[in-house]
């Protein structure tokens, strides 16, 4: 196992043309934080598994289906047929689209500690998990909680996207929350409004510091438009955003980026390549509709690798 991971899907329904209060047509799609990241780890080759519950509705059926098309192990997994799957509708007024959750209630808000497999997390070489499940409620806290105490038992590495809904909980619960779980956090993943909100810094680089102080040996900050800052074992690292000409859909980007960024690590890539190659993965999201489909293949990114530096940076300093 390369990398587990847990969290909600949805089936999501958008306008296959102009918006959604006049929409004839819906494309339907699927989507989630932490499967877009998976998907995008299994399209370059790793061996993840996600971990949830959906319905035994058609939209639960629709979502597996995806799943085994995209490689995902799915044999954790599991079905109720009392509680339905979360859904997400997507309108584009722009290319920041607005997204509608309907997601009280579902299968997924069910999840408990005992949906967490030990001996998949402690064989995994990362776990991955994001803000939005133990937003979920109190079961899939627990489910988060679970993952982070194995993984920690295990040495396995963390990393850990805020990603923060105001729809589902408020700042204050987040921030205690993310506050709680950083000092067993290896990898960092957020964006500026999320360093601000965990730390009470205004200034970004006393931010990122606050951050690194508090657990993670990898502070990484997404900044769209303004790229990316990282601090990595203690060095400072900048690097451009991957310049997109034709945007199409920003969501699912911070997920692509992730999962670029897992790619590096479990490949050995030095920091600023990884960067930059997590920057180009999810520059491609961005470029199509649908949280994940954009996201590039193995052959495109070895392509994107074959042009840029692939030496490895120095070994990290014993801490």
Known sequence: MDVFTLGEAMVCFSPTTGLLDAAAHLGCSVGGAELNTAIGLSRLGHHVQ??????????????????????LTTNRIRRSPDLPTGLMLKDRPTTEARVLYYRRGSAASALTAEDVDEDAVSSARFVHLTGITPALGPGPAAAAERALAIAGAAAVPVSFDPNFRPQLWNERQAAALYRRLLPSVDHLLCNEAEARLITGHQDLDRAVSA???????????????????????????????????????????????????????????????GLRLAAFAAAQVVRHAGDYEGFPSATLIADWLAEHDRQPDPAPPQR
Do not use: M, Y
């Not at 996600?50 to 490689?71: H, I, N, Q, Y």
């Not at 657990?215 to 990282?230: F, L, M, Q």
């Not at 451009?240 to 997920?255: K, Q, R």
């Open 50 to 71: 996600w971990t949830s519950r959906v319905s035994t509705d058609p939209l639960g059926s629709r979502l597996l289906a995806v799943l085994e098309a995209e490689g």
């Open 211 to 273: 951050l690194a102080d508090s657990g993670p040996r990898h502070v990484i900050v997404k900044r769209s438009a303004d790229g990316v800052t990282a601090l990595c074992d203690g060095e400072q690292v900048c690097v451009p955003a991957w310049h997109v000409s034709d945007l199409v859909d920003s969501v699912g980007a911070g997920d692509a980026f992730n999962a670029g960024w897992l790619h590096s690590r479990l490949t050995g890539l030095g920091v600023r390549t």
